[in-house]
């Protein structure tokens, strides 16, 4: 069996992240559009150990430790965002929320 | 052997990854989704590991898995979505949106192809310099030379949560 080499991460991280790009845009609920994110997230997180790993630096780590910070704040803003939303407009489809379209 | 159990633990959570991921994009249920996708963040949790990286292993599953999933499936729970879940799933624009992400697919994975030789240098696993933990290593790292983004960080999540309770009163 082949060795793991940080290829194998950067190939399974490019299909997370292209699987969450997926979801952002053609998903019409918002709650999974805001997991899509997440999975982006951490396709990046995967590319940066990875690196860490790598170039036995710990660099990388501390950045992704700032990037798991960035996805809380993201999620606790999205969820509330999307709660008033709801209260407003009782939909969670993001291609019903229109009215700045003309 | 060691490097055997290393690649079919890799290759394990990499399909915990990917097959919670698609499983997280594709299906009605956003319950289902938040499962899934409780299983693809732990797969990354396994990866962590797997790269010696402990810290942001219990990192990630005590705040991606216990904390960020937790809040969405109390959201998913205050949000009825009963009658989204019998709607159409996907926007009009998902063919035009399917085309963008195969031709970004497309650039990342020519990128890869040609700099496939230049990531060999991965193969000489021996991790941090011994002596030194890993959590120990973060912790001198983000409390010397980056605790100036560490403090700005904090700063963040004030705004965060300041954001999120205004964004939760009744009348907005």
Redesign the interface.
């Known amino acids: 069996?082949?060795?793991?080499?940080?290829?194998?991460?950067?190939?399974?991280s490019?299909?997370?992240?292209?699987?969450?790009?997926?979801?952002v845009?053609?998903?019409?609920?918002v709650?999974?559009i805001?997991?899509?994110i997440?999975?982006i997230l951490?396709a990046v997180?995967?590319n940066l150990?990875?690196f860490?790993?790598?170039?036995?630096n710990?660099?990388g780590?501390?950045f992704?430790?700032?990037v798991?910070?960035?996805?809380?704040?993201?999620?606790?803003?999205g969820?509330?965002?999307?709660?008033?939303l709801?209260?407003?407009k009782e939909?969670?489809?993001?291609?019903e929320m229109d009215i700045l379209k003309w | 052997m060691l490097t055997d159990i290393n690649a079919i633990l890799f290759y394990v959570f990499a399909a915990l990854v990917l097959g919670g991921g698609v499983l997280t994009v594709t299906r009605r249920n956003a319950v289902h989704s938040a499962i899934s996708l409780i299983v693809s963040l732990l797969g990354v949790a396994g990866l962590f590991l797997l790269q010696q990286a402990e810290f942001l292993f219990a990192v990630q599953i005590m705040l991606y898995v216990g904390g960020i999933m937790l809040l969405f499936l109390f959201v998913i729970m205050l949000v009825n979505l009963d009658q989204a879940a019998n709607e159409r799933q996907f926007n009009k624009q998902w063919l035009v949106a399917l085309a963008a992400v195969a031709a970004v697919g497309a650039g990342v994975g020519y990128f890869l192809y040609r700099g496939k030789d230049a990531f060999h240098f991965a193969e000489a696993v021996t991790g941090l310099p011994p002596g030194l933990g890993n959590t120990e290593a973060l912790a001198d790292s983000l409390f010397s030379e980056y605790l100036l983004p560490f403090e700005i960080a904090s700063v963040l999540l004030l705004v965060a949560v300041v954001g999120s309770v205004v964004m939760a009163k009744k009348r907005i």
């Open positions: 069996m082949h060795p793991i080499t940080t290829f194998h991460y950067l190939v399974l490019a299909a997370l992240l292209l699987i969450g790009t997926v979801g845009l053609t998903r019409r609920n709650v999974i805001l997991m899509s997440e999975l951490n997180n995967i150990i990875a860490s790993h790598a170039l036995h710990v660099n780590q501390i992704a430790i700032f798991i910070t960035d996805a809380v704040a993201e999620a606790a803003v969820l509330g965002i999307l709660i008033a709801f209260r407003n939909t969670v489809q993001a291609d």
